[in-house]
């Protein structure tokens, strides 16, 4: 079954549950899952921290287990979809599954279509900003503890030339 399927399939059973429809992030994170990613791997692609990321999953899987009925980790979430998926075509509920493709029938009130995740800024260019002067900051800090710009550089796993660049930013 392809991702995007699986997705509508997650994204109904909450909606019908909650009355909400998945996040961009957790669209994201359920893909990266399932794409057996690390959560890091999830942050960096997206352009979000860890930290956020993590707190996000852990937050969803907590959700995803009210919704399925059943306890949902990392580990276990594709089984618990495919079981969920499989229960939905034995049990013949609004869903018309033809020779394992899905079409769904939307039992939502609202169309398919992602809630924002408002703890993220929308505009990309903030959102590298925000980084950006996070990192600026960080380097400031490592500076005031004694740190090298080159030991600063490998602690945050960043080129030294861009440690570097902070000065001149300044």
Same mark, same amino acid.
């Given at each position: 079954? @392809?991702?995007? =399927?699986?997705?509508?399939?997650? @994204?109904?059973?909450?909606?019908?549950?909650? #009355?909400?429809?998945?996040?961009?992030?957790? $669209?994201?994170?359920?893909? #990266?899952? +399932? *794409? $057996?990613?690390?959560?890091? !791997?999830? %942050?960096?692609? /997206? #352009?979000?921290?860890?930290?956020?990321?993590?707190?996000?999953?852990?937050? +969803?899987?907590?959700?995803?287990?009210?919704?399925?009925?059943?306890?949902?980790?990392?580990? &276990?979430?594709?089984?618990?979809?495919? $079981?969920?998926?499989? =229960?939905?075509?034995?049990?013949?509920? *609004?869903?018309?599954?033809? &020779?394992? $493709?899905?079409? /769904?029938?939307?039992?939502?009130?609202?169309?398919?279509?992602?809630?924002? !995740?408002?703890? =993220?800024?929308?505009?990309?260019?903030?959102?590298?900003?925000?980084?950006?002067?996070?990192?600026?900051?960080?380097? !400031?800090?490592?500076?005031?503890? #004694?740190?090298? !710009?080159?030991?600063?550089?490998? %602690?945050? @796993?960043?080129?030294?030339? =861009?440690?570097?660049?902070?000065? +001149?930013?300044?």
């Amino acid at each position: 079954m @392809d991702s995007p =399927q699986i997705l509508q399939f997650v @994204d109904e059973a909450v909606c019908a549950t909650t #009355g909400k429809h998945l996040n961009n992030l957790q $669209r994201k994170i359920i893909t #990266g899952i +399932l *794409n $057996r990613k690390k959560y890091t !791997d999830v %942050a960096e692609t /997206y #352009g979000y921290s860890s930290q956020h990321v993590k707190k996000a999953s852990h937050e +969803l899987l907590q959700m995803l287990s009210e919704v399925f009925g059943e306890p949902v980790k990392k580990s &276990n979430l594709e089984s618990v979809i495919e $079981r969920q998926i499989n =229960q939905n075509i034995n049990l013949g509920k *609004n869903n018309n599954f033809q &020779n394992n $493709r899905i079409s /769904y029938v939307n039992n939502c009130p609202n169309p398919s279509t992602s809630t924002p !995740d408002e703890t =993220q800024p929308e505009n990309p260019d903030l959102q590298e900003e925000t980084i950006n002067q996070t990192k600026i900051e960080t380097i !400031d800090k490592l500076r005031q503890f #004694g740190l090298s !710009d080159e030991q600063i550089a490998e %602690a945050l @796993d960043i080129p030294l030339e =861009q440690v570097k660049q902070v000065d +001149l930013e300044e």
